[in-house]
Structures are given as C-alpha cells and as structure tokens.
C-alpha cells in the first residue's frame, strides 16, 4: 500500500502545477502571443475598423433613396387679393377682392433617388481607404515582429538565467564541500584564519549569487507574463535542442517595416489624386415623386384632392473659384508625399544597416562561443589538476581559491557567449520570416 502511494506521490510530481503555463520552445511562445498579446490583438481589431470604413466609402458610389411623409395643418389659411375683373368683368378697374385658396389639411408623401454616377473625390477616396485598410494589416505585422524580439529577448534571458542558476548551484554545493573541509583543518591548526575567512567569503559569495540569480529569473518570468498578457505562471523547460535547427539565413524577406512605409507612399499619392480631384467635376441624376392630398376633415380623404407631382433632373457641378483652397490642399497633400518618400528612403538605408550589425554580432557570437567553451573546457580540466595538487598538499589553499575564481570567471563567459548567439540567431531567424500576407 505504502509503496503504491509512493507510485502516485512520484507521478504527481512530475506533472506541471495546477494554473502554471510550460512553454518547451521559443516557437511555442511565438504561437501563445499570436493569440494572446495586448498589442497584436489590438492591431487585429484595427483591421477590422478598417475594413468597415473601406466598405463604408464604397457606399458613397451607390445611389441614395430617401422617404419621406408629412402632415400640416393650416390653421389659418392666408387669404389673397384677386382683381375683381376676373370673376365680374363690369367690376371698377384697381378694385380687388380677398380670397382664401387651399384646404385646412395637407397630407404628404415623397421619394427622392439621387445618384452622383461621376465623383472622381469619392473614387480616389476608396482607393485611399483600401490602401490605409492594407496599411493596417502591415502594422500588425510590424508590431507582431517587434513582440518577437522583445520576446526572443527575455525568452533566451530566461533560459540563460535557468542554466546559471544551475551552475550557482553547483558551484554553492563545491564551496561549502571546501569549507567544511577548511574548518576540519582549521581545528587542527593546518591552515590559518585568514585562509578559512576567504573560503567562507567565496561561499557566501555563491550563495549571494543564487540569490541575485533567482531574484532576476523573478523579474524576468514577470516581464514575460506581461508581454504575452497572463496571470498564470509561466516555466520554460527549453532544453535548446530547436537551436541547431536554424543554419541557414537568408534575408531576401523584406523588413515589415520597409513594407509598411511603402504603404504610407500609395496613401499619400492616392490623397494627392484625391485633392486634385476637387478641380473636376461632379455628374448625377435626381429623380423626384411626390404625393399630396388636401382635405377640409382630418382624417377624412373621401372628398380630398389628389395632387401628385414628379421630376426628373441632371445636375453637374463644375468647380470655377474657390478661393485658391483646392491648390493649398494639392500643395500640403505633394509635400506629406514628399516627407513619406524620405522616410521610406531613411527606413530602407536603416534596416540595412541593421541587417548588416546583425549579421556581424552573429559571427562574432559564433566565434566568442567557440572560444569560450574551449576556455571553458581548459579550466575544468585546470581545476581538476589544481584540487588534486590542493588534495595532494602540493598547494596552499589560498592558490586552490585563486584557480577556482579563474573557473567561476570562465563559467559566466561561456553563459554569456552562448546567451549572445541564441538570441542573435532567432534575431536571425524572425528576419528570415515573410510578414508580406497579401
């Protein structure tokens, strides 16, 4: 029975915590913010505000029908001098008499359709509204690129951080074997206060730097909760093995943001046709039908009379003189052209640049990689030699702590080198990634 608890007790463990998020790979992050981060999903729900407002100046080229019903009531209906000629021709020239046309109730209907079939501003307008709806979608892509890199960032911080704690660890477990073994001699009279003080310094040293190390791994475990946009815990089991999967870089995906200028440059040129489309003119048709009664009795149409009315009409609008505002409108739209063609300009020369520094830090992390591990690998092997001399009383403590430093020192380097090429390698590799989705 005891031993089938234990069974359980062990299987339980190793299950991840109740509300505690596992991510085991940098891609499976990626694929948690497309879904989850504040700023992508923000982005998204922009598209579709877009979308609707590019619908929405569509709907300008239809045409518009309107509805309309009336009641008035004439409570007093305004009385008009006639010549009296026209009902008694014997009546005396200049005499008048008052007269009171019309009915006390007026009943109305009407249905006007107009349509603007030539509108070169609305027509330059939808274009403008696809291309800022476009626009849009590359923004999402620009802000989807920069979460990947600050993710990439404290991802592989994260990572780096676990393996050196794992080494802090370790190296708190050597020195406490070297102190409680610099005491034993100590009693003795072996070694003197002084070296038994500096073995105690290097472990509390160590242990000071389990502490900063695990406080970091807080602090960046918090950054990553905030940057993907959760509450639950989060542990990263990354063992690299998806590292050596990315060999080959190929930077032939244009750059999001390079994209997303280009967009800016078809807006701008598209709001200088739109402005310069306030000079042409303007072409549609009216069609108007209407309806009365006229009656002496609300509510009561069987003696009313029936007064139907309708047109049809063409109506063009030719802009003559409008205080010169068309040709400063022209001028502002040419200018922001101009101030997008520069940035596009400035933004290409840019990430190039970046291109190119990026490319140098990853051969150079390659290259400092190497180099570390193979110091790392002479240190060990140094230390190794050095405890055995330090066993052998061939050297005095206070040289076996010397090399020990030289190895702590050697440790951290390789920590760093290999932390630099991981993140310059995804840096890489989110470059390789085509953000143009038609």
Same mark, same amino acid.
Request: hydrophobic letters at 35%; zero cysteines; aromatic letters at 10%.
């Given at each position: 029975?005891?031993?089938?608890?234990?069974?359980?007790?062990?299987?339980?463990?190793?299950?991840?915590?109740?509300?505690?998020?596992?991510?085991? &790979?940098?891609?499976?992050?990626?694929?948690?913010?497309?879904?989850?981060?504040?700023?992508?999903?923000?982005?998204?729900?922009?598209? /579709?505000?877009?979308?609707?407002?590019?619908?929405?100046?569509?709907?300008?080229?239809?045409? &518009?029908?309107?509805?309309?019903?009336?009641?008035?009531?004439?409570?007093?209906?305004?009385?008009?001098?006639?010549?009296?000629?026209?009902?008694?021709?014997?009546?005396?020239?200049?005499?008048?008499?008052?007269?009171?046309?019309?009915?006390?109730?007026?009943?109305? +209907?009407?249905? $006007?359709? $107009?349509?603007?079939?030539?509108?070169?501003?609305?027509?330059?307008?939808?274009?403008?509204?696809?291309?800022?709806?476009?626009?849009?979608? =590359?923004?999402?892509?620009?802000? %989807?690129?920069?979460?990947?890199?600050?993710?990439? #960032?404290?991802?592989?911080?994260?990572?780096?951080?676990?393996?050196?704690?794992?080494?802090?660890?370790?190296?708190?477990?050597?020195?406490?074997?070297?102190?409680?073994?610099?005491?034993?001699?100590?009693?003795?009279?072996?070694?003197?206060?002084?070296? =038994?003080? %500096?073995?105690?310094?290097?472990?509390?040293?160590?242990?000071?730097?389990?502490?900063?190390?695990?406080?970091?791994?807080?602090?960046?475990? %918090?950054?990553?909760?905030?940057?993907? !946009?959760?509450? /639950?815990?989060?542990?990263?089991?990354?063992?690299? *093995?998806?590292?050596?999967?990315?060999?080959?870089?190929?930077?032939?995906?244009?750059?999001?943001?390079?994209?997303?200028?280009?967009?800016?440059?078809?807006?701008?040129?598209?709001?200088?046709?739109?402005?310069?489309?306030?000079?042409?003119?303007?072409?549609?048709?009216?069609?108007?039908?209407?309806?009365?009664?006229?009656?002496? %009795?609300?509510? !009561?149409?069987?003696?009313?009379?029936?007064?139907?009315?309708?047109?049809?009409?063409?109506?063009?609008?030719?802009?003559?003189?409008?205080?010169?505002?068309?040709?400063?409108?022209?001028?502002?739209?040419?200018?922001?052209?101009?101030?997008?063609?520069?940035?596009?300009?400035?933004?290409?020369?840019?990430?190039?640049?970046?291109?190119? @520094?990026?490319?140098?830090?990853?051969?150079?992390?390659?290259?400092?990689?190497?180099?570390? *591990?193979? @110091? =790392?690998?002479?240190?060990?092997?140094?230390?190794?030699? *050095?405890?055995?001399?330090?066993?052998?009383?061939?050297?005095?403590?206070?040289?076996?702590?010397?090399?020990?430093?030289?190895?702590?020192?050697?440790?951290? /380097?390789?920590?760093? #080198?290999?932390?630099?090429?991981?993140?310059?390698?995804?840096?890489?590799?989110?470059? +390789?990634?085509?953000?143009?989705?038609?």
């Amino acid at each position: 029975m005891k031993a089938s608890f234990l069974i359980v007790f062990v299987m339980l463990s190793g299950l991840p915590v109740k509300g505690q998020i596992v991510f085991s &790979s940098f891609q499976e992050v990626l694929s948690y913010a497309d879904k989850h981060n504040i700023s992508i999903r923000i982005s998204e729900a922009q598209q /579709e505000i877009n979308l609707i407002r590019e619908k929405q100046s569509k709907s300008f080229l239809y045409p &518009s029908v309107n509805a309309s019903a009336g009641f008035n009531d004439n409570i007093t209906l305004q009385p008009t001098l006639v010549p009296a000629k026209l009902f008694n021709p014997m009546a005396p020239e200049g005499s008048f008499e008052e007269l009171t046309f019309g009915k006390t109730y007026l009943y109305t +209907t009407s249905l $006007q359709a $107009q349509w603007n079939i030539i509108d070169f501003q609305k027509i330059f307008a939808i274009k403008t509204s696809k291309f800022q709806s476009e626009a849009g979608k =590359l923004n999402t892509e620009v802000n %989807r690129f920069n979460t990947y890199n600050q993710l990439a #960032s404290v991802y592989y911080s994260i990572v780096q951080t676990q393996q050196s704690l794992e080494i802090d660890e370790k190296n708190a477990s050597v020195t406490k074997t070297m102190l409680d073994n610099a005491s034993k001699k100590y009693q003795k009279g072996i070694i003197s206060e002084s070296d =038994l003080n %500096r073995v105690s310094i290097q472990h509390l040293q160590n242990e000071k730097k389990i502490k900063s190390t695990k406080s970091s791994l807080d602090q960046l475990y %918090r950054q990553l909760q905030s940057i993907l !946009d959760l509450r /639950e815990e989060i542990q990263i089991s990354d063992l690299g *093995t998806d590292e050596d999967r990315i060999i080959d870089f190929d930077f032939h995906a244009v750059h999001p943001e390079i994209l997303f200028q280009e967009k800016q440059i078809d807006i701008s040129n598209s709001l200088v046709k739109q402005s310069e489309a306030m000079r042409y003119p303007t072409l549609g048709f009216v069609y108007q039908y209407n309806y009365n009664w006229a009656t002496d %009795r609300l509510a !009561d149409f069987s003696n009313a009379n029936n007064l139907p009315q309708q047109f049809f009409g063409v109506k063009i609008n030719l802009p003559v003189f409008n205080g010169f505002s068309v040709n400063q409108k022209i001028k502002e739209s040419k200018t922001d052209l101009k101030i997008q063609q520069m940035q596009l300009e400035n933004t290409k020369i840019a990430k190039d640049k970046e291109d190119e @520094i990026l490319k140098i830090q990853y051969d150079e992390s390659i290259e400092d990689l190497e180099k570390s *591990t193979a @110091i =790392l690998q002479l240190q060990e092997r140094n230390d190794i030699h *050095t405890q055995n001399k330090y066993d052998s009383g061939i050297i005095s403590l206070d040289e076996r702590l010397d090399r020990y430093s030289d190895l702590l020192s050697a440790q951290y /380097e390789y920590l760093r #080198s290999l932390s630099d090429l991981s993140l310059a390698k995804y840096k890489m590799y989110l470059r +390789t990634l085509d953000f143009h989705k038609p």
